[in-house]
Structure formats: C-alpha cells, structure tokens
C-alpha cells in the first residue's frame, strides 16, 4: 500500500514525457494518480484505525488481566491474616496464571502500540506527500494546458503564413495589377480611336461656351 507513492513519484517525474510520447493525455493522467492515491489514503487510514481497535483491545485485556493479579494478591494477604493458607496458596496460584496472561497480553499490547504508531506516522507522511503531490501535480496541469495552447497557436500561425496561402495572395495581388492595366489599355485606346470630326466638335463647343461666357458678362454690365 505504501509503496505506490514512490511509483506515483517515479510516473509523475521520470515518465511524464514517455506519457506525452505515447499520446496519453497528461493532465486525465495526473487526475487519476491523484485518485488512486486517494483511495490508497483511504485504505490506510482504514487500516491505522482496524490496528489502532486491535491495540486498545489488548490494553483492556491486559488491564483486565492486571486487575485479577492485583486482586488475587489481595486476596492472599486477607487468607494470611485469617490463618487460611490453603486459601491462600490457591489464591497465589490463580494469580500466577493470571500474571502470565497479563505478561502475555503486555506484550502482544506493547507490540500492537508501536504498530499504530508506526501505521500513523506513515499514514501522516502519505497525507503529507499527496499534498505536495497534489500541488505538483496543478503546475503540471497547468504547464501542460500552456504547452498545448502553444502548440495549437504556433500550427496556426505556420498555416497562416504557408507556402499555399502566401502563393493564393500573390495570385490575386497579380490578377488586380492585371485588371488596373486593362482599364488603362482601354482608356488609351478609347482615346486615339477619336475622330477628327470629334475634335473640330469639341472646339466648337469650347467657342460656345466661350461666348456663352462673354455675353453674361456683357449683360451683367448693363
């Protein structure tokens, strides 16, 4: 159970780029670690609280135990006084078995108590580490999420300024120079295809109005 979070270290630090390389998304892979730690949280606690239940179970046999003894000497000193050694033998003889279970039960409980607190201090340090574990994990999140975004923009601006589109404006860039040349070829032409008729009318009308002009003139004087 204790062992999975040196193989969450070693997935987390050494293998996240042999994730990246086989496409596995790394942040749902992150989320999933922290789950599984999760649940391995769980089970220990579960397991601390079982063994942490085991220990006062032999602290209360033994205590029970201890009584017994403490009662059976008591017992015997009362059968002394009272000239009953027979009474006081078998009173003697019941505590020593009773000593020998609260020996016993001593020892099963001195054994059961270093184990719970071992179990919580190893508990403390898995609680401990999926903390750091759990903060690690929203950098990488968040450098991941970076790198991505970096990426897709970077594959955009690529295609922005590719071969195909830079070719696609050139070709329209040219076909607009060609349609500007057209119209000035047309005017040019329109042009030199005047006739002379054409000019003798444009003279006249420029002595139309000519004298058009110098009548209002002469009109506005008088």
């Known amino acids: ?3 999975f979070f040196k193989r969450v270290k070693t997935v987390v630090g050494s ?3 042999s994730m990246l390389d086989k496409a596995e998304d790394p942040v749902k892979m992150l989320d999933q670690f922290m789950r599984d730690m999760e649940n391995d949280i769980r089970e220990a606690e579960a397991a601390v609280a079982k063994q942490i239940a085991n220990e006062k179970m032999l602290k ?7 009584a017994l003894v403490d009662k059976r000497m008591k017992q015997a000193e009362k059968a002394i006084e009272a000239g009953d050694e027979d009474l006081a033998r078998r009173a003697l003889e019941d505590k020593k078995n009773h000593q020998e279970q609260a020996d016993s039960f001593k020892e099963s409980y001195d054994r059961a108590k270093q184990d719970s607190a071992q179990l919580r201090q190893k508990l403390d340090e898995m609680k401990k580490e999926y903390q750091e574990m759990k903060l690690k ?3 990488l999140k968040a450098r991941a999420e970076s790198a991505k975004t970096r990426t897709k923009m970077n594959r955009t601006m690529s295609n922005i300024g590719g071969d195909e589109s830079r070719q696609g404006f050139d070709r ?3 076909k607009v120079l060609r349609y500007e040349a057209e119209a000035e070829t ?6 030199e295809s005047r006739s002379l008729d054409d000019e003798f009318d444009a003279l006249e009308d420029n002595g139309v109005d000519d004298e058009l002009a110098e009548l209002k003139r002469k009109m506005n004087k008088e």
Do not use: A
């Open 1 to 3: 159970m204790f062992k």
């Open 15 to 17: 293998e996240l780029n």
């Open 60 to 66: 209360r046999k033994y205590d029970d135990s201890q």
């Open 137 to 139: 994990k929203d950098s």
């Open 172 to 174: 329209m860039e040219e």
């Open 186 to 191: 047309s005017e040019d032409m329109s042009t």
